[in-house]
């Protein structure tokens, strides 16, 4: 068949046209990607930008979770259908293990909203306390997933997110490692890690 036959061009067309459209659908999902979830860790609410805001509303929401069990425990906030959490989850499980490790208590809260689904995710999650709360109780709430970490003495020494960047692929993971090890030995100092970008949802309850 020629090179340049009408057939062998309609091919060569219809492979530009299936290109072109590939390329706009996946621009189209990447767009939408980031105007839905990449986003500040604080955008939605600037007040936690303020250290003192960020420790007064974490001694109001330690008097709605259990009595700490361990020196020290790491709180993350999931909700289980963020798209965020996939992008999340290898830090997610590095940080579970290091307070494993050190026999420090890690507890996961979900929105109340996910009351239904609290045994199913226990079962799949043994090493974290998942814990149902109701939004309502503090009038605003971090973007997830993140997490808090308290000390022995309730004192709030690291409040962040997991990872930065848009896939979460930043190393931030290892400021939590270093202030859970720094707990153990005694070198922590409070860090609050909210300046940065990354892929995250806006905590809510959808009832």
């Not at 091919?11 to 979830?37: D, E, P, R, T």
């Not at 929105?111 to 109780?137: C, H």
Request: glycine share 6%; net charge positive.
């Amino acid at each position: 068949m020629n090179a340049h036959s009408p057939r062998s061009r309609k091919v060569i067309i219809s492979i530009f046209i299936g290109l072109g459209i590939w390329l706009f659908i996946l621009f189209w999902a990447l767009s939408w990607f980031q105007n839905s979830y990449v986003r500040g860790f604080t955008e939605h609410h600037p007040k936690f930008l303020q250290a003192q805001y960020s420790e007064h509303w974490f001694k109001q929401l330690i008097h709605h979770l259990p009595n700490k069990q361990a020196d020290a425990r790491l709180i993350q906030f999931w909700q289980p259908d963020c798209l965020c959490n996939r992008f999340a989850r290898p830090h997610a499980i590095n940080a579970m293990g290091l307070t494993q490790q050190l026999n420090y208590e890690h507890i996961t809260l979900i929105p109340n909203s996910y009351q239904s689904q609290l045994k199913s995710l226990q079962s799949l999650n043994p090493n974290t306390q998942v814990i149902a709360i109701d939004p309502s109780i503090l009038p605003i709430w971090p973007a997830s997933p993140s997490v808090l970490i308290e000390d022995s003495k309730d004192q709030l020494m690291y409040f962040g997110p997991l990872g930065f960047g848009s896939f979460c692929n930043e190393a931030s993971t290892n400021i939590i490692e270093a202030q859970l090890k720094g707990i153990a030995n005694g070198t922590s100092r409070p860090f609050y890690n909210q300046v940065g970008k990354g892929c995250f949802c806006q905590w809510h309850d959808s009832k």
